[in-house]
């Protein structure tokens, strides 16, 4: 599918929900793909991309960024504590923190620099026990902890059960987001965005669709 046909898509699902579709970001989700897949898809002129892994990002985007301005790379995968100041550098939005421990590192580090990305915390809201993100029931206090620590907490991010249906989970992250005063919602995939936006997503998470199979190493 092009990108011209999910951005149709994303609209259209916008306007059925009496939404202005621009309040949907579009994240192209680029991890393990091939450079010329991704410079294919800048050259169309989308700008924002989601990575899973800062090995991965710091190999590819910088790269990008010497012929291609106003990048914005959402992290959206696991990140660990090491990797936490090469994550702020590289970043603008971090869409999985889910843990005090990361929480607190980088606030000590937005501290040392004098900024931090854009930040989402992660709920697992199948509580699924291989899965990161912070339980339901804990997410509240979760939140009010970050809070406390002067941390840009945008929104939430889910990633639903493979076999569940995926609106009951985006339902929950709203009704989370909406008692803690947050406002975005990182929620949606290649299978299932448009329902995601029938639901409040500001932020979709779509890789196969646009850039094809991914191609692991």
């Keep these: 599918m092009s990108l011209g ?19 949907v970001k579009l994240i192209a989700v680029s991890k393990v793909q091939p450079n010329e897949r991704v410079a294919k898809v800048l050259s169309e002129g989308h700008r924002c991309f989601g990575e899973n892994r800062v090995q991965e990002a710091a190999s590819k985007w910088p790269h990008f960024r010497q012929t291609y301005d106003n990048i914005d790379l959402h992290l959206i995968g696991p990140l660990q504590t090491n990797k936490v100041r090469q994550a702020m550098e590289l970043a603008q939005s971090i869409h999985t923190l889910d843990r005090p ?11 040392e620099v004098g900024s931090c990305p854009d930040l989402f915390i992660q709920v697992n809201t199948g509580e ?16 009010a902890e970050c809070k406390a620590l002067d941390l840009p907490v945008r929104g939430l991010m889910c990633i639903p059960p493979i076999a569940e249906e995926p609106s009951l989970h985006f339902a929950l992250l709203g009704k989370i987001a909406k008692r803690n005063g947050l406002s975005a919602l990182s929620m949606g995939m290649s299978s299932d965005f448009e329902s995601a936006i029938a639901l409040g997503a500001t932020h979709i ?11 692991p190493a």
């Excluded at 421990?101 to 501290?111: D, F, G, N, P, S």
């Excluded at 998470?205 to 191609?215: D, E, K, L």
């Design 5 to 23: 046909e999910i951005r149709a898509k994303v609209a259209a699902a916008a306007q059925s929900a009496g939404r202005d579709p621009d309040t």
């Design 101 to 111: 421990k990361l929480a607190k590192t980088i606030a000590r580090i937005a501290q």
């Design 205 to 215: 998470r779509v890789g196969s669709a646009i850039f094809g199979a991914r191609t």
């Design 128 to 143: 699924e026990d291989q899965k990161a993100g912070v339980m339901p029931a804990d997410a509240d206090a979760f939140i």
